[in-house]
């Protein structure tokens, strides 16, 4: 069971728009930045969007992220067969004192 | 070239000991966070330990305490994990990643199995 909630999977043809949630509490995204990673099949993560909103340089705009409250969501647009992966978001809880992940998304790109 | 590998992995018993490192290689080491993220075969992601710049404050996940050290060597470039009573459950590629994970490692196997 995973600190922070996330939808085990998601799927979308290629060209749509898709999301993936991630819902925590007061003391995880409520009070810190949110952060997506992607792992490509066989390889190690790789993060896609950093405090919120921010894509490292080398990400497509087709990624973005929002937060509000104690939700952050990770939108992409113009799905292509690559962005099939497994998604995390991971914040800093206050009340654990340490990282917490979400439980993954597998997306489908059908 | 930004890069950190790991190394130290292997099958150990239960109860057993290994020590992981991580080096870093392209970038500053001493001026970020470090920490351990590990994933159990066919799992998510679990954050394992973090350490401070200078190494004065230090976190861990609850399951690993008491048990697992996690230490620094600025002048080497390199982060340590020291994993002692390994249980089947600790089963998993251990990578070393940057701050707030902006950077990861390929990982090194850790197979705890008798």
């Known amino acids: 069971q995973s600190v922070l909630t996330q939808p085990p999977s998601a799927s979308g043809t290629p060209g749509q728009r898709v999301t993936i949630s991630c819902s925590g509490s007061n003391s995880n995204i409520g009070s810190n930045?949110?952060?997506?990673?992607q792992q490509l099949p066989g390889t190690a993560p790789?993060?896609?969007?950093?405090?919120?909103?921010?894509?490292?340089?080398?990400?497509?705009?087709?990624?973005?992220g929002s937060k509000s409250g104690t939700s952050a969501s990770l939108a992409i647009s113009g799905l292509q067969s690559e962005d099939e992966a497994d998604y995390y978001c991971a914040a800093w809880d206050d009340s654990l004192d340490g990282w917490v992940f979400g439980g993954g998304t597998k997306l489908t790109v059908l | 070239?930004?890069?950190?590998?790991?190394?130290?992995?292997?099958?150990?018993?239960?109860?057993?000991?290994?020590?992981?490192?991580?080096?870093?290689?392209?970038?500053?080491?001493?001026?970020?966070?470090?920490?351990?993220?590990?994933?159990?075969?066919?799992?998510?992601?679990?954050?394992?330990?973090?350490?401070?710049q200078d190494g004065s404050e230090?976190?861990?996940?609850?399951?690993?305490?008491?048990?697992?050290?996690?230490?620094?060597?600025?002048?080497?470039?390199?982060?340590?994990?020291?994993?002692?009573?390994?249980?089947?459950?600790?089963?998993?590629?251990?990578?070393?990643?940057?701050?707030?994970?902006?950077?990861?490692?390929?990982?090194?196997?850790?197979t705890v199995s008798s």
Request: hydrophobic share 35%; aromatic share 14%.
């Open chain 2, 1 to 52: 070239e930004v890069q950190l590998v790991e190394s130290g992995g292997g099958l150990v018993q239960p109860g057993g000991s290994l020590r992981l490192s991580c080096a870093a290689s392209g970038f500053t080491f001493s001026s970020y966070w470090m920490s351990w993220v590990r994933q159990a075969p066919g799992k998510g992601l679990e954050w394992v330990a973090n350490i401070k």
């Open chain 1, 46 to 64: 790789k993060v896609l969007i950093y405090s919120n909103n921010q894509r490292p340089s080398g990400v497509p705009d087709r990624f973005s």
């Open chain 2, 58 to 110: 230090i976190h861990y996940v609850d399951s690993v305490k008491g048990r697992f050290t996690i230490s620094r060597d600025n002048a080497k470039s390199s982060l340590y994990l020291q994993m002692n009573s390994l249980r089947a459950e600790d089963t998993a590629v251990y990578h070393c990643a940057r701050a707030y994970f902006d950077l990861w490692g390929r990982g090194t196997l850790v």
């Open chain 1, 33 to 37: 930045t949110v952060h997506w990673y």
